[in-house]
């Protein structure tokens, strides 16, 4: 979930490692830097989109027809949604872009249903 909100503001990539041997205790774990390179956000309402974000992922293990349920009212509205936007009901939310997260929740609210 926080990629997908990321991915509003910016594109995230690795940036390179970050040694143990920085760290006081040193870790059992490796790390590394990352890079945002800066972006506009697609169109949309960001609040609809990021609450969209969070009602998919608090679902994540089901498809979004199920997952999304609560938010469209049922999951026959979820997946009318779902396929008005183009997006595969049968889908999970790990499998969107952010840009199709804001395509949903535009589709959503141009039906004049609450996000």
């Given at each position: 979930m926080p990629s997908v909100k990321l991915a509003w503001y910016a594109a995230a990539r690795r940036a390179g490692p970050v040694p143990r041997a920085v760290f006081w205790p040193v870790p059992n774990v490796d790390s590394g830097l990352l890079a945002f390179d800066r972006r506009d956000p697609p169109p949309g309402d960001r609040t609809a989109v990021f609450r969209l974000v969070d009602a998919a992922f608090a679902q994540r293990r089901k498809a979004l027809r199920s997952g999304l349920a609560g938010w469209a009212g049922s999951p026959a509205a979820a997946e009318s949604a779902l396929r008005a936007a183009g997006i595969d009901p049968l889908a999970r939310a790990e499998t969107l872009a952010v840009t199709d997260f804001a395509r949903l929740a535009a589709?959503?609210?141009?039906?004049?249903?609450?996000s």
């Open positions: 589709t959503r609210a141009s039906a004049g249903s609450p």
